[in-house]
C-alpha cells in the first residue's frame, strides 16, 4: 500500500481529511511505527534476506552485517573458500563468551568456528546502527561469507513510498498508527483501545495464517532409510503405532 493511501485511510477514521490537529509529519511517523511494531510481532518471511557474496580477505578477523540488520533476530553464517562446495558453519556465541575465546585463541587459524556480535555504530546519526561481527579465531585466508538474516522494515520518508508491509496486513499498521494518534487527544482514549484492538485482531489473524504452514522435518522409518514428514515433532511418536494394535 503507498503511504498516501494509508494517510488517507488514517485521516478518514480520526474524522480530519485535512492537516489540522494532527500535523502529516505526526501522521506518517505514527504510520512508521506500526510498520515497524507489525514487523517485530512475528519472524515474517517477507523480513528473512539471504546474502551470499560477502567478501572476507586476510587478515580478517570483522565483518560489518547491513545497516537493516535486525540484532534481536535470528543471523546465520557460513563461510566458504575458493571453489570448494561444502560450507563451514560457523557457531554464534554470547560476546562474553566470544571474547574469552578471542583472548584463547587469538593466532587464528585457516578457519573461524565462532562469532559474535562485538559492536554497533551509528556513523550516519540517521538513527539505524552497523553492527559488527567478530570471528574466533581470526581468518588466515580469504574466504566468501553467506549468511540469513532478518532485516528491519524500510522507514518511509515522504507519503509517495510503499509501505514495508504486505497489502493484506497494511490495515495493521493502518490501525495501530490511528491508534498512537488518537492518544494525543486524551478525551477520545476509547477511539485509541478500539484501534489497538483492531490491529491486535490483524496480528493474531496475520500469525494463524502463518502458522498453518507446518515445518518441514526429517525423520527415520525404520531400516528404510530417511523419509520425511511435514508433521509437527509431537505427532511423529503416534506414527510408529501399528493401526490394528491401537493405543490401548
Do not use: C
Not at 109 to 129: I, K, L, M, W
Not at 202 to 224: H, L, M, Y
Amino acid at each position: 500500500m503507498i503511504g498516501s493511501t494509508a494517510v488517507t485511510e488514517i485521516r478518514a477514521r480520526l474524522q480530519e481529511l485535512v492537516a489540522d490537529f494532527w500535523t502529516s509529519t505526526e501522521v506518517l511517523n505514527a504510520l512508521n511505527e506500526g510498520v515497524k511494531r507489525f514487523a517485530a510481532e512475528e519472524r515474517w518471511p517477507w523480513l528473512q534476506t539471504v546474502v551470499t557474496n560477502g567478501s572476507l580477505t586476510t587478515p580478517w578477523t570483522d565483518f560489518a552485517l547491513p545497516e537493516n540488520y535486525d540484532p534481536t533476530r535470528v543471523l546465520n553464517l557460513a563461510v566458504y573458500f575458493g571453489s570448494e562446495a561444502r560450507p563451514r558453519p560457523v557457531q554464534r556465541v554470547s560476546p562474553a563468551e566470544g571474547f574469552e575465546r578471542l583472548l584463547r585463541d587469538y593466532q587464528g587459524r585457516s578457519e573461524p568456528v565462532a562469532y559474535f556480535v562485538a559492536s554497533a555504530t551509528d556513523a550516519d546519526s540517521d538513527g539505524q546502527y552497523i553492527y559488527t561481527v567478530t570471528f574466533v579465531p581470526k581468518l588466515n585466508r580469504n574466504a566468501t561469507i553467506k549468511y540469513i538474516y532478518f532485516r528491519v522494515p524500510a522507514i518511509m520518508t515522504g507519503s509517495t513510498e510503499s509501505m514495508d508491509i504486505p497489502e493484506e496486513y497494511a490495515m495493521a499498521a493502518v490501525a495501530y498508527a490511528t491508534g498512537l494518534l488518537w492518544t494525543k487527544e486524551l478525551q477520545d482514549s476509547r477511539k485509541a483501545e478500539e484501534q489497538f484492538a483492531l490491529y491486535a485482531q490483524i496480528v493474531d489473524s496475520a500469525k494463524k495464517n502463518f502458522r498453518k504452514f507446518p515445518q518441514d522435518t526429517g525423520f527415520s522409518w525404520g531400516g528404510e532409510g530417511p523419509s520425511h514428514s511435514m508433521d509437527y515433532d509431537y505427532v511423529l511418536p503416534y506414527r510408529s503405532i501399528e493401526a490394528a494394535g491401537g493405543l490401548g
